[in-house]
C-alpha cells in the first residue's frame, strides 16, 4: 500500500506543475520539501522517485531535482503517443455511447465553452484537458485511462514550458463537434477531427528560451 503522505506530495507538487505554479527548471531541495510536508528526506525520495516516473521531475545531480524541461522532440512524441490513443479510443466509441454518457460528456464540454466566452482561460483549458480524460475514460479501461491522464500530465509542463501565439479558442468547440460525430457513429470524420485537433496544438508551440523565475515552494505547494 503507497505511504499517504508520499502521494500528498506527488499530488501536491503535480497540482502546483499543472497549474503552472512550478515552471519547468525549478529547484526542487529534498530537505525544503521536508520541511514543508513534515516528512522525512527517505519519504521525499520515494515522492520524486514516482514523480519521475510520470515524467515531471528531471535530476540534475545526484541530490538535484527539478521540474522537467521537455525538449520540442519530447513535445512532438508525446503528442503523436496520445492522438494515437485518442484515435483509437474514438474508434471503439464511435455509435456506442449510451444517451447517459452522451449527455455527460456534453455538460462537460459545453462548460468548457462557457468558461472560453467568459475568458476563465484557466478553467477553459482546465476543463478542455480533462474532456480528453473523460472521454478516454467512457471505454471502462481503468489502465488505458490511467496511461492517458499520465500523458496529460506531461502535456500540462509542456504547456508550461512552450507559450504558444496560437488561438486555441476554437478548440473547445470541437469538442462538441466530436461527440456529435461519434454519437452519429461518423468514425472517419471523428478520427480525423481528433488528429487535426493534437496536430494544431503541437504546432501552436514556441520555444522559450528564459530562465525559471524564483518561486516560494511553500506559497506554491500549498495554494
Not at 503507497?2 to 505554479?21: M, Y
Not at 527539478?66 to 492522438?83: C, G, H, K, R
Not at 459545453?110 to 475568458?119: D, I, K, N, S, Y
Amino acid at each position: 500500500m503507497k505511504n499517504l503522505r508520499v502521494q500528498h506530495l506527488v499530488d501536491a507538487v503535480t497540482a502546483a506543475i499543472v497549474a503552472r505554479r512550478l515552471p519547468p527548471g525549478t529547484r526542487l531541495p529534498e530537505r525544503e520539501l521536508g520541511d514543508i510536508f513534515g516528512v522525512s528526506r527517505t519519504l521525499v525520495r520515494a515522492a520524486v522517485a514516482e514523480l519521475k516516473t510520470h515524467g515531471l521531475v528531471e535530476a540534475t545531480g545526484p541530490k538535484t531535482t527539478i521540474v522537467a524541461q521537455p525538449s520540442v522532440e519530447d513535445a512532438q512524441a508525446l503528442f503523436e503517443t496520445m492522438q494515437v490513443l485518442e484515435s483509437g479510443a474514438v474508434q471503439r466509441l464511435s455509435g456506442q455511447l449510451k444517451a447517459k454518457q452522451l449527455t455527460h460528456l456534453r455538460r462537460h464540454a459545453a462548460r468548457e465553452v462557457q468558461a472560453q466566452r467568459r475568458q476563465d482561460w484557466l478553467l477553459a483549458n482546465q476543463l478542455g484537458r480533462a474532456f480528453h480524460t473523460e472521454l478516454v475514460a467512457q471505454l471502462g479501461n481503468p489502465i488505458l485511462s490511467q496511461v492517458f491522464e499520465s500523458l496529460l500530465t506531461r502535456e500540462a509542463v509542456i504547456s508550461a514550458l512552450y507559450n504558444t501565439e496560437f488561438d486555441y479558442d476554437h478548440l473547445h468547440d470541437e469538442h462538441l463537434e466530436l461527440l456529435d460525430h461519434l454519437e452519429a457513429g461518423r468514425t472517419a470524420e471523428a478520427q480525423a477531427l481528433v488528429v487535426e485537433h493534437w496536430t494544431l496544438v503541437v504546432k501552436g508551440y514556441r520555444i522559450e528560451s528564459t530562465e525559471p523565475g524564483s518561486v516560494d515552494l511553500a506559497t506554491a505547494l500549498q495554494a
